[in-house]
């Protein structure tokens, strides 16, 4: 045998004891903290009895006994007392670590009492903990991604009218107008979807008539989303109405708007040339509301289906070509998404023999809210 196997072999042991002692948890299928301790008391009772009993029947002075008693009950109920108290230590030890940024650690939750669901509790809080530190780092980067790219293109054309290689002609400016209205559509989603995420937007429901509603939506809509006729408009995808004879809906206008005008916009964007965007509402469950925008673009995958609405999800399948097809933001359905929540509604990405169909579902007024009138 050779030095280094006259070490390791200690260590091996050593390991395995370690193992053996952390593993030993008899009292985990109790269901209580207070049985456990029932336990504890009532075997250490139990065996200070049998020590006296023995010493009884013996020759054993009973001093002698008494030792051998307390020193039994003092290893048994260390025992058992380390395997109640395991998953204190793993928390405190999960907790050191997620304050360093490691979120990895998973603790045991083979105890059944309430120690075993505080466990519980603790490893969907680590989980919580690591998605929402994620969803910021991610949220960060592509915030940075996103507003480089428009302010690079913005210093390049500026760069180039300082530098007396182009003149500031309407194209010029033009282009360098289009760069800023995109950092002003970036930033103004960025502000929406935080209120909307810290649930700081008020709804302010009441009764419209859908078909005008919706006409002016349409009207009044560009390309990018807003309402101000801006000079990005797509003149060569058209816009379809389908709304129900007299529909009416209860829902915040506001809000509705934006969600319209989101997934218009989006539509718009994968849309070929000459194509066709088609809006459609119809009373749904006697008060509430079914809207659909379909396109006739090349649609969404259904592996993407689950992720369009997150912030920044452009998805993986391809894209329509021609104008409109490229500058989206990314964060149009996730805002549409937070708003349709407000409302209490579902929004999906729907089966579609052509394109993309997106359906909206807007529940009726509950039953003793009182809405006004638009």
């Known amino acids: 045998m050779t030095a280094d196997d006259g070490s390791v072999r200690p260590n091996l042991l050593r390991r395995a004891g370690?193992?053996?002692?952390?593993?030993?948890?008899?009292?985990?299928?109790?269901?209580s903290i207070k049985a456990k301790l029932?336990?504890?008391?009532?075997?250490?009772?139990?065996?200070?009895?049998?020590?006296?009993?023995?010493?009884?029947?013996s020759d054993t002075q009973i001093r002698i006994v008494m030792i051998f008693s307390v020193v039994a009950s003092l290893l048994f109920t260390q025992l058992l007392a380390h395997g109640m108290t395991a998953p204190l230590r793993?928390?405190?030890?999960?907790?050191?670590?997620?304050?360093?940024g490691d979120y990895s650690r998973e603790l045991s939750t083979s105890s059944r009492d309430?120690?075993?669901?505080?466990?519980?509790?603790?490893?969907?809080?680590?989980?919580?903990?690591?998605?929402?530190d994620r969803q910021r780092r991610e949220l960060i980067a592509n915030v940075s991604h996103?507003?480089?790219?428009?302010?690079?293109?913005?210093?390049?054309?500026?760069?180039?009218?300082?530098?007396?290689?182009?003149?500031?002609?309407?194209?010029t400016?033009?282009?360098?107008?289009?760069?800023?209205?995109?950092?002003?559509?970036l930033v103004a989603h960025l502000l929406d979807l935080s209120k909307l995420a810290d649930g700081v937007a008020a709804l302010d429901t009441r009764e419209f008539g859908v078909e005008p509603f919706l006409t002016g939506v349409l009207r009044g809509l560009t390309v990018d989303g807003s309402t101000s006729g801006g000079a990005s408009r797509r003149r060569d995808v058209s816009l379809s109405l389908d709304v129900a004879p007299g529909l009416t809906a209860v829902a915040d206008p506001e809000r509705l708007h934006q969600v319209v005008a989101n997934l218009v916009d989006n539509s718009c964007r994968h849309s070929p040339k000459d194509g066709t965007v088609t809006v459609r509402a119809r009373a749904e469950g006697g008060h509430g509301l079914l809207l659909e925008?379909?396109?006739?673009?090349?649609?969404?995958?259904?592996?993407?289906?689950?992720?369009?609405?997150?912030r920044f999800s452009r998805g993986s399948g391809p894209t329509a070509q021609g104008p409109g097809s490229d500058g989206g933001t990314g964060l149009g359905l996730a805002i549409a998404r937070w708003a349709v929540d407000l409302h209490g509604g579902s929004i999906a990405v729907a089966d579609s023999e052509e394109g993309c169909l997106i359906r909206i579902t807007l529940p009726g007024p509950r039953q003793g809210h009182r809405v006004g009138r638009g």
């Open 173 to 185: 400016m033009a282009a360098a107008l289009e760069q800023t209205e995109r950092l002003g559509r």
């Open 90 to 100: 793993e928390m405190t030890a999960a907790a050191r670590a997620m304050a360093a």
């Open 38 to 57: 029932a336990v504890l008391v009532i075997t250490s009772v139990a065996i200070s009895t049998l020590m006296v009993v023995l010493a009884l029947h």
């Open 114 to 132: 309430e120690v075993g669901e505080l466990a519980t509790a603790f490893n969907t809080m680590a989980a919580d903990l690591e998605a929402a």
């Open 18 to 31: 370690g193992r053996i002692w952390a593993d030993l948890r008899p009292l985990d299928p109790l269901r």
């Open 293 to 310: 925008v379909a396109d006739q673009g090349p649609g969404i995958s259904p592996e993407d289906r689950h992720r369009v609405f997150e």
């Open 146 to 171: 996103e507003l480089r790219t428009p302010i690079a293109a913005l210093r390049a054309v500026l760069e180039n009218v300082v530098d007396g290689i182009v003149q500031p002609e309407q194209a």
